[in-house]
């Protein structure tokens, strides 16, 4: 698999922000699909928000919506989520993923992984 990296991540308490990136070096994200996908610990993986290769399209999990706004900065090989009003719940390894064909939720339609970024909110 293509690696990529996320990076941004740490430690927020409740309410605040953070904006984690994803980047490839071995291919122009604007050709992939990207998925943003977390997982808390003893739990499964879930998907957060997806973005289409034009980023015409975007998919935000409800419990994200309002809150989370993924986008993309091509100029940059660069695709971001924003993350606003930030919940102890949010707590997470992020992880960005991509794939040659269109977006998709589900985690086993994707094709390349970064390491994962951990997001810790607490007070």
């Known amino acids: 698999q293509v690696q990529l990296e996320e990076s941004g991540g740490g430690w927020v308490q409740p309410g605040g922000s953070l904006r984690l990136s994803c980047s490839a070096s071995e291919f122009p994200l604007e050709t992939k699909a990207i998925g943003w996908f977390r997982q808390a610990p003893g739990a499964e993986r879930e998907s957060v928000a997806n973005?289409?290769?034009?980023?015409?399209?975007?998919y935000y999990a409800d419990f994200v919506k309002g809150r989370f706004t993924i986008s993309r900065d091509n100029a940059k090989n660069t695709v971001y989520p924003q993350m606003e009003a930030l919940k102890p719940e949010d707590t997470a390894v992020y992880y960005c993923?991509?794939?040659?064909?269109?977006?998709?939720?589900?985690?086993?339609?994707?094709?390349?992984w970064g390491q994962g970024t951990q997001v810790t909110v607490s007070s």
């Open positions: 993923a991509a794939r040659t064909r269109g977006l998709a939720i589900r985690t086993t339609e994707y094709e390349y």
């Open positions: 973005i289409s290769r034009s980023g015409g399209t975007t």
